[in-house]
């Protein structure tokens, strides 16, 4: 990680570092029952630009029971453009300032921040009784993850949603249904894989050589963007969109996909935690996340509560990036090509593959097979992701809601435990580790303890404690 000496090397001292308004962590206060302004969920979003938070806003205020009260973003430019839309809104820079001034004036809060920050503002929220929407990955050092499943569990009434827009539509639906069921037997393994990233290109990641500081910008409030990463530079691409391939800001390509690609094993199988992981790569990275990642985690299922859906006590999932798809042949299959992005599973009575937008495919004794025509398929509803997230907090006898949203913190939070098992695991590449949740420690290996599964948090922006 880069210090505070290198910090003044990018125009910013450490003193204005670490000059942004002190908030206190305020009590938690009872949540106010559904009905605020003009009767409608009241919706803080903290992040308000770049390329998703846009999307959940206008999805969200197309449900006639969504106001957004509150707009926070470190980028002055952004929040000025975003609240001429919402002139009755507050505004602020830091999201602490939200909590600590302003609580009383939102009942829900959507968190479209760069990685780092998404499981310090979802706990903040959850703190304050507020349901949350927070984007994908849910959180950015393994020690998050329980953090975050502690917090779930401390508030159980609250309603959280993770940005997996592509569970809405029907056919990742009907694969859950498929291998929930066991309609093509009991499971054995899974490979997924992801296409890219290039190598110095301009879009979501950068692996293209580390870029000298820079002065950030001025409508940039740089100490604020770091929020709970320690000081550092501002570096050329950080701000827009490369920080996803930052080992202190993102979680690589295998972390940003994993919502949208494990999720289908999560909700099938309910997978427990990994017991250990092995990510193998020649392109060892430093301030990058690695690419070229071939990853294998276990899961000891041998005493989970559905033992049944699996045919042996250890289950593997192979997740790798780079378009890295199994052998066809291997599998059985007759010749084609997978696609650059695929989930798929090997069962006893055939193989399933599914897509991130869908399709489905399935083969039974290598042919393919119309997955509709299974015996046993189960009914599936497409669905709104954002308006699931709302129905379910405001459902009450003259709203019609089943209560049902699609990637609640519970299941969000291990899929991002997998995704950050594999994306951290290059950094140590080709030697396995034994990992213990419950321990937060890599059992094999304390250099991995020491350095993978946790963070040194800014001062002011630490976790709280759910």
């Not at 509150?70 to 507050?90: M, N, Q, Y």
């Not at 937060?440 to 290996?445: A, C, D, I, R």
Request: aromatic content about 8%; proline content about 7%; overall charge neutral.
């Amino acid at each position: 990680m880069i210090r505070t000496a290198a910090a003044a090397a990018g125009g910013v001292a450490a003193s204005q570092l670490l000059a942004s308004p002190a908030f206190a962590l305020a009590e938690p206060r009872p949540r106010r029952a559904f009905g605020g302004k003009l009767g409608k969920l009241q919706v803080l979003q903290v992040g308000v630009g770049g390329s998703i938070a846009p999307a959940d806003r206008d999805q969200l205020k197309a449900h006639p029971d969504v106001v957004f009260t509150g707009l926070c973003d470190v980028d002055s430019d952004a929040l000025a453009a975003v609240a001429k839309d919402h002139p009755e809104a507050f505004t602020c820079r830091d999201f602490r300032e939200a909590f600590d001034r302003h609580g009383d004036k939102f009942d829900a809060v959507v968190v479209c921040t760069p990685d780092h920050n998404h499981a310090v503002i979802d706990l903040w929220a959850m703190r304050a009784n507020k349901h949350v929407y927070g984007q994908k990955p849910l959180v950015q050092q393994l020690s998050e993850v329980v953090a975050i499943e502690k917090a779930v569990a401390a508030r159980p009434k609250l309603v959280t949603q993770t940005g997996n827009q592509r569970m809405g539509p029907e056919p990742r639906q009907h694969a859950v249904d498929i291998m929930k069921s066991g309609l093509l037997g009991k499971a054995i393994e899974a490979h997924v894989w992801i296409g890219g990233p290039g190598e110095g290109t301009g879009g979501y990641f950068w692996y293209g050589g580390l870029k000298d500081p820079i002065t950030p910008p001025a409508n940039i409030d740089w100490p604020l963007w770091l929020g709970a990463a320690l000081d550092a530079p501002c570096r050329p691409g950080l701000i827009g969109l490369q920080w996803r391939s930052s080992w202190d800001y993102g979680t690589g390509q295998l972390g940003d996909w994993c919502t949208h690609l494990l999720d289908v094993l999560y909700f099938a199988y309910d997978l427990p935690s990994p017991i250990a992981v092995q990510a193998n790569t020649l392109n060892p990275s430093d301030f990058y996340h690695a690419r070229g990642v071939r990853s294998t985690l276990t899961y000891d299922v041998s005493k989970a509560p559905n033992r049944e859906r699996f045919a042996k006590d250890r289950f593997v999932v192979h997740y790798a990036d780079q378009a890295q798809a199994p052998s066809r042949a291997a599998l059985g299959l007759p010749e084609g090509n997978f696609g650059g992005i695929g989930t798929l599973v090997v069962c006893e009575g055939g193989v399933i593959c599914v897509g991130a937008e869908g399709p489905v495919e399935v083969w039974i004794e290598g042919k393919p097979v119309d997955f509709k025509t299974l015996p046993g398929l189960g009914k599936v509803t497409a669905r709104n992701h954002w308006h699931a997230w709302v129905d379910a907090i405001v459902g009450g006898p003259n709203r019609k809601t089943d209560g049902f949203v699609q990637s609640p913190f519970s299941y969000s939070a291990r899929m991002a435990e997998a995704g950050l098992l594999c994306s951290r695991a290059a950094r140590m590449p080709n030697r396995e580790l034994r990992w213990n949740k419950a321990t937060l420690s890599f059992t094999n290996n304390e250099e991995a303890t020491k350095t993978l599964v946790t963070r040194e948090y800014r001062k002011g922006f630490e976790p709280p404690v759910v």
